[in-house]
T-cell receptor, first 113, second 113 residues
């Protein structure tokens, strides 16, 4: 049983549409959540991180976090074909392991023109 | 800033042979991580170093895998007696300090035939 669960496994949205991705940790020690994007054949690159309850917005990307339920979501508005990629959610603890990230299996997003 | 540098990018070994993978972290980063990525298992943590000291190797298959960081500018991951199930993309990553972005290298694709 993975400690970080992501849903859906795959998602298809039309160009210009909204993509919503979900992630939940079963580890109560988690403090930080990270969203990484990995294009095919490339390495993961960080999109956004969040550790406080609430919402954080950067351009077309918005991240929500509910610390009580250890649930985070990533929303991409005005989706572009270049957003097509594997989106990885990761969780880490503030204390103890230095930024050791535990990843979910990912959501594969396809944005269709 | 060349980012995290991994060599070789591709490596093919015969079953039972040894494979050594190299990583040069971003200069000044104090933490170095090794991950393994496969289609089936996703992105799995293997081990990490902080200020060259091994901190957590809980993800390492104990018998055949070993990692070292002899100086602040490089780390190696050695796999002895490679098996087909070791075939994966091995990713090295580094970060500056706790709870800052983890930067990934481009990975080494290991194929065991």
């Amino acid at each position: 049983q993975q400690k970080v669960q992501q849903s859906p496994e795959s998602l298809i949205v039309p160009e210009g549409g909204m993509a919503s991705l979900n992630c939940t940790s079963s580890d109560r020690n988690v403090d930080y959540f990270w969203w990484y994007r990995q294009h095919s054949g490339k390495s993961p690159k960080m999109l956004m991180s969040i550790f406080s309850n609430g919402e954080k917005e950067e351009g077309r990307f918005t991240v929500h976090l509910n610390k009580a339920s250890l649930h985070t979501s990533l929303h991409i508005r005005d989706s572009q074909p270049s957003d097509s990629a594997l989106y990885l959610c990761a969780a880490s603890e503030l204390s103890g392991s230095f930024n050791k990230l535990t990843f979910g299996a990912g959501t594969r997003l396809a944005v269709c023109p | 800033n060349a980012g995290v540098i991994q060599t070789p990018r591709h490596k093919v070994t015969g079953k039972g042979q040894e494979a050594t993978l190299w990583c040069e972290p971003i200069s000044g980063h104090s933490a170095v991580f090794w991950y393994r990525q496969t289609i089936v298992q996703g992105l799995e943590f293997l081990t990490y170093f902080r200020n060259q000291a091994p901190i957590d190797d809980s993800g390492m298959p104990k018998e055949r895998f070993s990692a070292q960081m002899p100086n602040q500018s490089h780390s190696t991951l050695k796999i002895q007696s490679t098996q087909p199930q070791d075939s994966a993309v091995y990713l090295c990553a580094s970060s500056l300090q706790a709870n800052t972005e983890v930067f990934f290298g481009k990975g080494t694709r290991l194929t065991v035939v």
